[in-house]
């Protein structure tokens, strides 16, 4: 069904079988990820301003026979990206311990950026995290050299992904390479921006559940999860901001 699996089974009883032996103290203790859709997105909104930019797409769409599949957020968009920020900002238990991570498309990074400017905590791009391959024809622009996002952006960070492929052979699953790269330690947290199909996904594996049972996600729904002893558990999943139009 393409659901992108958990935890591997392996790795699992591993740290169960540490745990029980209390060899691992990281394994006790919450931690927690948030996962974000990205916000409304202009291509789909009905405001003055994201009106006027569907009618520039199909023009260019006339010339060059190319859609703008890198859409931005629109005024809606921005709205619940700062209410994304004051929500993360109060939430958060120590964000010194905070990674921010988000899919290198536009949406999602300006989604990301209004928590990452306050925050301080700079945004990881991660093409694991990216669009599903069905919605797009190609790879996003690269956002992290834009002036408007070079500040925001960790450019020491290295992916778990590179050109689609995982870059370590070992990592049979998206939701088990983040366990490897970010080290889920206590009071740590994790911040996932991502689109409609992954973040249902990266829900799904991590907390061992069938994609069918995760509710579908509208433009900012918000998942939270925390871990403790070796299982997540789904906090919430709610909306950000609910005055959408897709």
């Not at 006790?28 to 797409?57: C, L, N, P, T």
Request: glycine share 6%; hydrophobic share 35%.
């Amino acid at each position: 069904d393409g659901q992108i699996p958990g935890m591997h089974p392996a790795s699992l009883q591993k740290r169960r079988s540490m745990e029980e032996k209390g060899e691992n103290k990281h394994v006790s203790g919450i931690e927690s990820v948030y996962v974000f859709r990205h916000a409304d997105r202009m291509d789909a909104a009905k405001d003055v301003e994201s009106v006027e930019w569907q009618i520039r797409q199909q023009e260019e769409y006339k010339i060059t026979g190319k859609w703008n599949e890198d859409t931005p957020i629109s005024k809606i968009g921005w709205q619940q990206a700062e209410d994304v920020c004051s929500f993360l900002m109060k939430d958060v238990q120590d964000l010194g311990r905070c990674a921010v991570v988000a899919s290198p498309w536009l949406r999602t990074i300006q989604t990301a950026s209004s928590f990452a400017a306050v925050s301080k905590a700079k945004i990881c791009l991660e093409p694991a995290v990216g669009e599903e391959d069905m919605y797009c024809s190609g790879p996003p622009p690269a956002h992290h050299k834009s002036s408007d996002f070079k500040h925001l952006i960790d450019h020491r960070y290295e992916g778990i992904m590179r050109n689609g492929e995982m870059r370590d052979e070992e990592l049979n699953s998206v939701t088990e390479a983040f366990f490897r790269k970010f080290k889920y330690t206590p009071g740590n947290t994790t911040v996932i921006f991502s689109h409609a199909g992954t973040s249902v996904r990266l829900v799904a594996g991590l907390s061992g559940r069938s994609i069918t049972e995760i509710a579908a996600c509208a433009p900012c729904a918000r998942w939270k999860l925390q871990r403790k002893c070796c299982t997540w558990i789904q906090h919430t999943h709610t909306y950000i901001h609910t005055h959408t139009h897709a």
